[in-house]
């Protein structure tokens, strides 16, 4: 089975700072990563996955995570947030394969609250 | 294209009653998964369907239970509810559900509130 720990629940930051989410996966077998952004009231929308080749992923709106399989680690961040940035965030694993369906298993979410 | 919608957005029962939630997925989508979101355990996988298929299942007890319709439409329904199935309960479409291909698109969920 594969897990997910998000290690912050809650990540308070001024508007135009860097911010780093952190997430970290155990899994016995390979694994494609994912994040997910969920705004009030909303549900959840991609912000950005690793499947395979280049470690580093990027999203449309600013945001990238690095895929680390030596520290089985897939943190997010962005060098610069906006207000618009505060949500709840969560990093997400499901084992790879031609068949295996989305069967995802979630963190329990990080909160990120940006402040002028 | 209109996005996943989820039916009805609030519902409220009392504790032993049964309940059905309804999803409709993107058009052409044939995957069609479901999670819970509650505060204390978060997002939790429930089950998965395929082609009216059951392909994947969550740890939830028999209580829980769903299908898939020709249409790709899919129901779930929680039997004898308990207080603890107060949560949000969120549906996902796919085209075929392959993670490493599709991308999974999320609808706004039903807030269950039992009482």
């Known amino acids: 089975a594969q897990s997910v720990t998000q290690l912050d629940s809650q990540v308070p930051v001024f508007e135009e700072a860097p911010v780093e989410l952190r997430c970290n996966y155990s899994?016995?077998?390979?694994?494609?990563l994912f994040w997910y952004v969920q705004y009030p009231n909303q549900g959840l929308q991609l912000l950005l996955k690793y499947l395979s080749g280049s470690t580093l992923v990027e999203s449309i709106n600013g945001f990238e995570a690095e895929f680390n399989k030596s520290q089985t680690s897939f943190h997010l961040r962005k060098p610069s947030v906006h207000i618009s940035d505060t949500a709840e965030y969560f990093c997400?694993?499901?084992?790879?394969?031609?068949?295996?369906?989305?069967?995802?298993?979630f963190g329990k979410g990080t909160s990120l609250l940006v402040t002028p | 294209k209109a996005g996943v919608t989820q039916t009805p957005r609030y519902l409220i029962k009392t504790r032993g009653q049964q309940v059905t939630l309804s999803c409709s997925p993107i058009s052409g989508h044939r995957s069609v998964s479901w999670y819970q979101q509650t505060p204390g355990q978060g997002l939790q996988f429930l089950f998965e369907y395929f082609s009216e298929t059951q392909r994947n299942k969550g740890n939830f007890p028999g209580r829980f239970s769903g299908r898939q319709f020709s249409n790709s439409r899919s129901e779930m329904n929680v039997s004898t509810l308990e207080l603890g199935d107060s949560a949000l309960y969120l549906c996902?479409?796919?085209?075929?559900?392959?993670?490493?291909?599709?991308?999974?698109?999320f609808g706004p969920g039903t807030r269950l509130t039992v009482l």
């Open positions: 899994s016995s077998v390979s694994v494609y």
């Open positions: 997400a694993v499901t084992r790879r394969g031609s068949n295996s369906g989305y069967a995802l298993n």
């Open positions: 996902a479409s796919s085209l075929a559900g392959l993670a490493g291909v599709d991308t999974q698109y």
